[in-house]
């Protein structure tokens, strides 16, 4: 068995419906269910005896205790965070305690359960990381990409809080030999993103005729890496890594944000054509949906360009992204076009009050 932590968020509940599809092992599913956390991602296995969901918080020292030992999985796989940029900036206290703070115990936790094992699962046993490329900071338009070894240089809250868990990582690996994997990943994109990060926001606004935002020129560069290939990196991370090491994740898809937006604008024009979406609606001034882009106020402090360095896990564990952003862009577009159930209940929720707060009606 494994135990998944955060297994009710977007990469987390990708991770686990993944491993359910490929695996006959067991998957023990806890998640705290705050805002991002949607059970209903996970309603496809609710008949599978092979998976079981807690609702908790990896910072319930007991809890876990409880769980790892009552269900003795052979690895952890962490992807329970606070991970929203904007939210951070808001309010930086929540990333500090489940980022930090949550971290710290979820370790405390794993290292005594660890540290009872008998010998030939001690030695078998992994505790998987799942981190962020935003720990590295930001890059000069003709930098290389960051690499494995790159100086941390967190720029935001959410990203400080995720350095700092990245080196409790470490330390304990260092200190007491946990037997740690850490995954640092660029911009992930796909099915079951909650709506407030850029791809799943522009497809629900421009379907509701609503503003685009495009902060400041729209100029700032990521790595964008389709979720189910982040899944598999993970995967091979967890069977083949080597302790202690980390493993960078990308796509080798460095795009500007504004081009993203005029890519999911044109897929939109090509499988849901605005006028069939709104036919009642006869004063807009273009058929497309570009004409719905509007570019508000940058961000404080926004990090002008991240970019993964991703030849060490494709050399040392013969990991590459399968997806090109063409194809993966595109099953994602349909994707939300053919779920608009999910996006409505998951729109009936906080995220309406934090879209008007955070761009205005």
């Not at 998957?27 to 309603?43: F, H, I, P, R």
């Not at 080196?167 to 994997?181: E, I, Q, S």
């Not at 090491?245 to 795009?255: D, I, R």
Request: glycine share 6%; proline share 4%; charged share 20%.
């Amino acid at each position: 068995m494994i135990l998944v932590t955060g297994s009710a968020g977007f990469i987390g509940s990708n991770f686990v419906l993944d491993w359910c599809a490929l695996h006959d092992e067991p998957v023990l599913s806890l998640d705290k269910l705050t805002y991002a956390g949607n059970l209903e991602n996970l309603a496809s296995l609710q008949a599978n005896l092979r998976h079981s969901f807690v609702q908790g918080d990896i910072g319930d020292a007991e809890l876990v205790a409880r769980l790892l030992s009552e269900h003795r999985p052979r690895a952890v796989i962490n992807f329970a965070a606070e991970s929203h940029v904007d939210r951070s900036i808001h309010g930086p206290e929540d990333f500090i305690q489940t980022n930090i703070v949550g971290t710290f115990h979820l370790l405390e936790a794993v290292r005594a359960y660890w540290g009872e094992l008998p010998d030939a699962e001690k030695s078998a046993f992994r505790f998987l990381h799942v981190s962020t490329d935003e720990v590295y900071g930001s890059l000069a338009k003709d930098e290389p990409a960051f690499t494995e070894t790159h100086r941390y240089e967190p720029n935001s809250p959410y990203s400080a809080s995720k350095a700092a868990s990245d080196h409790l990582v470490r330390a304990y690996h260092h200190t007491y030999g946990l037997p740690v994997l850490t995954t640092n990943c660029s911009n992930n994109y796909g099915p079951y993103h909650f709506p407030e990060k850029l791809i799943p926001l522009l497809i629900v606004n421009a379907l509701a005729g609503k503003a685009l935002p495009v902060y400041g020129d729209g100029q700032q560069i990521r790595d964008w890496l389709y979720v189910k290939d982040h899944c598999s990196a993970i995967r091979c991370v967890l069977e083949k890594g080597r302790l202690g090491e980390v493993y960078n994740v990308g796509g080798w898809n460095e795009k500007a944000n504004l081009d993203i937006v005029h890519i999911v604008c044109d897929l939109l024009d090509e499988l849901r054509p605005r006028a069939a979406v709104q036919p009642a609606i006869f004063n807009f001034q273009s058929s497309s949906y570009r004409s719905l882009i509007t570019f508000v106020t940058d961000r404080p402090g926004h990090d002008r360009r991240y970019a993964i360095d991703a030849r060490k896990i494709e050399r040392e564990l013969g990991w590459k992204p399968a997806e090109t952003f063409e194809t993966g862009i595109r099953k994602t577009v349909q994707w939300y076009l053919d779920n608009q159930g999910w996006v409505s209940n998951v729109l009936s929720g906080n995220y309406r009050q934090w879209v008007e707060k955070q761009y205005g009606e």
